[in-house]
Nanobody
């Protein structure tokens, strides 16, 4: 399984970005799709994930600002990020769980700065 993420970049505080991550390869059923992030000097943390039934889970720091969604037909997960803050600056990693395996994308940089 390969994951291809896109959509990162530089944005001013208060701005928006949309991340996408498409999974390809031999895939029968994806259990959970999600996004993690890692800022310099910090541990990787969960941003949001969504299961095959559409139930989503968010870190407290992004609730009300970020929205995760998925297109099961396209094996793609999206992260709509609004009202971005400088503390959202990090490398964002796509994650896909296909029991019992765990797959990671290559990471995409998100920088929030004026």
């Amino acid at each position: 399984v390969q994951l291809q993420a896109s959509g990162g970049g530089l944005v001013q505080p208060g701005g928006s970005l949309r991340l996408s991550c498409a999974a390809s390869g031999t895939i029968f059923s994806i259990n959970v799709m999600g996004w993690y992030r890692q800022a310099p000097g910090k541990q990787r943390e969960l941003v949001a994930d969504i299961n095959s039934g559409g139930t989503s889970n968010y870190a407290d720091s992004v609730k009300g600002r970020f929205t995760i969604s998925r297109d099961n037909a396209k094996n793609t997960v999206y992260l709509q990020m609004n009202s971005l803050k400088p503390e959202d600056t990090a490398v964002y990693y796509c994650n896909v769980k296909i029991v019992p395996y765990n797959y990671w994308g290559q990471g995409t940089q998100v920088t929030v700065s004026s």
